[in-house]
T-cell receptor
């Protein structure tokens, strides 16, 4: 699986937007970009995924660069409950079913 | 509906003992995964089941680790002769398998294993 690079940690304030970057310069044409997050003392949970176009759902937005070598997860209005480790993961429909987790970005939200 | 459940939530055992960890996937989910999360290693894949068969066991760290799934539902991860380095949170996930294999995985709360 192609590798992703994320900052180890980020900090933001409550009710402000948060932009979490992910670099994936070796992404292949069959790779989808997935985001999961892990709240404290819980298992990971799915956030969003996309292939080429920007995506929105009730939790977040995903902005994908035109060359697909990077992407940004956007939390439009962070709450304290959004404090978690966020993982950017590449998944190919031609590849294995498992999720390959990197170190992720630990997001801290200040009240 | 009910999510993925795991039992026990916590397990303390002595080095050398065998342990069994149980996972109840979401009803109807055909795929089941085991991962573990330890302080030094992050989140790592162990094994994947499609139905009762395991097409990918590549993450099992040694032959002390085994897993089975029966009736296409409940799965048990067994660790024989536990070692202190086996201490970790063991996470189970399940998904509804669709063509293309990009389905969302739903995780349980994990079993925290401590080997003394």
């Amino acid at each position: 699986d192609a590798k992703t690079t994320q900052p180890n940690s980020m900090e933001s304030n409550e009710e402000e937007p948060v932009h979490l970057p992910c670099n994936h310069s070796t992404i292949s044409g069959t790779d989808y970009i997935h985001w999961y997050r892990q709240l404290p003392s819980q298992g990971p949970e799915y956030v969003i995924h996309g292939l080429t176009s920007n995506v929105n759902n009730r939790m977040a937005s995903l902005a994908i660069a035109e060359d697909r070598k990077s992407s940004t997860l956007i939390l439009h209005r962070a709450t304290l409950r959004d404090a978690a480790v966020y993982y950017c993961i590449l998944r190919s429909f031609q590849g294995a079913q498992k999720l390959v987790f990197g170190q992720g970005t630990r997001l801290t939200i200040n009240p | 509906g009910a999510g993925v459940s795991q039992s026990p939530s916590n397990k303390v055992t002595e080095k050398g003992k065998d342990v069994e960890l149980r996972c109840d996937p979401i009803s109807g989910h055909t795929a089941l995964y085991w991962y573990r999360q330890s302080l030094g290693q992050g989140l790592e894949f162990l094994i994947y089941f499609q139905g009762n068969s395991a097409p990918d066991k590549s993450g099992l760290p040694s032959d002390r680790f085994s897993a089975e799934r029966t009736g296409g539902s409940v799965s048990t991860l067994t660790i024989q002769r536990t070692q202190q380095e086996d201490s970790a949170v063991y996470l189970c996930a399940s998904s509804f398998q669709i063509a293309g294999g990009l389905e969302t995985q739903y995780f349980g709360p994990g079993t925290r294993l401590l080997v003394l």
